[in-house]
């Protein structure tokens, strides 16, 4: 390709209501474009900003891959029809007609082909503007020392709006969140599962009933205490999000307990920093097995991601299978083991709280450690209704509130 020979399109002082990108969520407010140029094969773009002019170069390709009309993007779905593999390999050597209309960049391409470009949503995506993509999903943030959670009344979660979104924000952010002062009738996980997405099934079924159970296949489903634990180790993927929603909490015992599994990863990767490789490399077997089902994988404790970083915790005393290690990694894996483990028991990094009938947690079961103290059943009822959802879905309903929040309805 050649540099395009087209002059510099007019000025526009004014922008004149936005070209639809078809993408849901509102663009970029910018100026308008005061000049486009082609050169290098790309599109130079540039808008006044308030003492300053900015630009940006587009590829002729990326700007073709991107049209927005109906030909290109599906007019009710707004996917992407246009296969730029199809496009007649010629269409591109010769430079578009550019034209600035109302502010916004609009190309005929050497085929015919018409395209527009909101001025906002192009200044959004300047591809040499590294933090191009801001995200509203926040990054975890590991538990600082008396880790105080945050809480959302139940009726505000619900109706939507600013709670839900702080409280989706926190989820994300801390791996926990809290709703309070809900009704305890029964059932009211589903309405908060439907905010989110569809429940996450498992062996256990979709939504789950803890309460001592005559005959338990599973140790949350009798008095037991429950050491601090995720759950689904032995799945090869377990589930994101679980969703506990109280009930009935009268009976002694059953408080909750909670442990950030990043912070306490973090504390061991200081403390012994053989140890926590040890459990980030070797993968040991984890297995559920009842009448119906024997589910079973091979996982490492400790999950890095390739920057080191630490992404998922699995730790489950119950569901941690007969150990099967070369003879030299027996030990030295128990000693890493036990060391993890007493830094988990330590009040440094756990969260105590007693939950009370109308009150839910939900935390990142691949991050945050949950637990319960035994229970006397004959003192009084123990009931939770419990899910999962998936990761998916919860940032899912933080950008879809964010948008609606912000007033954009499509
Ligand atoms: C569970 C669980 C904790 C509790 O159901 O997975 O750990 O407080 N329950 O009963
Ligand atoms: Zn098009
Ligand atoms: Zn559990």
Redesign the pocket.
């Known amino acids: 390709m050649t540099d395009c020979l087209t002059p510099p399109a007019a000025a526009a002082d004014s922008l004149s209501s936005s070209v639809d990108m078809k993408e849901y969520g509102a663009y970029t407010n910018s100026p308008p474009i005061v000049a486009a140029h082609c050169a290098d094969d790309c599109i130079h773009v540039a808008w006044q900003l308030l003492d300053t002019r900015e630009s940006a170069a587009y590829p002729l390709l990326w700007l073709r891959d991107h049209c927005a009309c109906d030909a290109c993007r599906h007019p009710q779905t707004y996917e992407r029809t246009q296969f730029i593999i199809d496009l007649d390999p010629n269409c591109l050597e010769m430079a578009p007609a550019i034209s600035v209309e109302g502010g916004h960049l609009a190309l005929i391409w050497s085929d015919g082909h018409a395209s527009r470009f909101d001025a906002g949503w192009l200044y959004r995506l300047r591809p040499q503007q590294q933090a191009w993509q801001p995200s509203i999903v926040p990054a975890n943030q590991a538990w600082a020392e008396h880790f105080i959670p945050h809480r959302s009344d139940f009726v505000d979660y619900m109706a939507g709006g600013n709670a839900r979104l702080d409280w989706l924000h926190a989820l994300c952010r801390d791996g926990f969140a809290i709703l309070q002062n809900g009704p305890s009738e029964g059932g009211e996980i589903d309405q908060v599962a439907a905010t989110i997405g569809p429940i996450r099934a498992s062996n256990f079924g979709g939504r789950?009933e803890?309460f001592s159970k005559p005959k338990p296949n599973?140790a949350?489903y009798t008095a037991l205490g429950?050491e601090l634990?995720t759950?689904l180790t032995n799945w090869k993927n377990p589930p994101d999000i679980?969703m506990?929603y109280c009930l009935a909490n009268d009976a002694q015992g059953?408080e909750?307990i909670f442990a950030d599994g990043v912070a306490v990863a973090e504390a061991l990767r200081e403390q012994d920093p053989q140890a926590f490789r040890l459990l980030a490399e070797t993968a040991i077997d984890c297995r559920f097995a009842d009448e119906e089902v024997d589910l079973v994988t091979r996982a490492t404790v400790i999950h890095l991601d390739e920057h080191d970083q630490v992404i998922e915790v699995r730790f489950n005393n119950w569901l941690r299978d007969s150990l099967r290690l070369p003879p030299a990694q027996i030990m030295p894996w128990y000693r890493a083991y036990l060391a993890f483990w007493k830094i988990l028991r330590s009040p440094r990094y756990r969260l105590d709280l007693r939950?009370a009938a109308g009150e839910m947690v939900a935390f990142d079961n691949r991050r945050v450690m949950?637990?319960?103290k035994s229970f006397d059943p004959q003192t009084g009822r123990?009931h939770?209704q419990?899910c999962y959802v998936d990761y998916d879905m919860v940032e899912s309903a933080l950008r879809v509130t964010a948008r609606q929040t912000a007033g954009v309805t499509s």
């Open positions: 789950f803890v599973n949350a429950l634990h759950d679980q506990l059953g909750s939950l949950h637990g319960r123990r939770l419990g």
